[in-house]
């Protein structure tokens, strides 16, 4: 069956990084784009970012540009998101998704997430 498990989440400073990584099980990783999405409390489901199955185009909200990278590594089945220049408004769980790789394209699945918050 389809597993997304998520890591990499925990306590950053406002500037500082995180890198999450997801490992995906259960289905051809390469055949399909991915993403990531986040949870604030309080707060409904938003989308960050995209990827296709080859690695390009990317995509990213705009309150995330110029700060976070998605990446994959297809022989390993690994998806990234490197999130640079952290502020507390990132503050939130962060879900790994196979699918749904634009705002408003339904994802088939995602993981049970892992929590990022920023704070001093």
């Known amino acids: 069956q389809v597993q997304l498990v998520e890591s990499g989440g925990g306590l950053a400073q406002p500037g500082g990084s995180l890198r999450l990584s997801c490992a995906a099980s259960g289905f051809t990783f390469s055949n399909y784009a991915m993403s990531w999405a986040r949870q604030a409390p309080g707060k409904g489901l938003e989308w960050v970012s995209g990827i296709y199955r080859n690695g390009t185009p990317t995509y990213y909200t705009d309150s995330v540009k110029g700060r976070f990278t998605i990446s994959r590594d297809n022989a390993k089945n690994i998806l990234y998101l490197q999130m640079n220049s952290l502020k507390p408004e990132d503050t939130a769980v962060y879900y790994c998704?196979?699918?749904?790789?634009?705002?408003?394209?339904?994802?088939?699945?995602r993981g049970q997430g892992t929590q990022v918050t920023v704070s001093s």
């Open positions: 998704r196979k699918g749904g790789v634009r705002r408003g394209i339904m994802a088939e699945y």
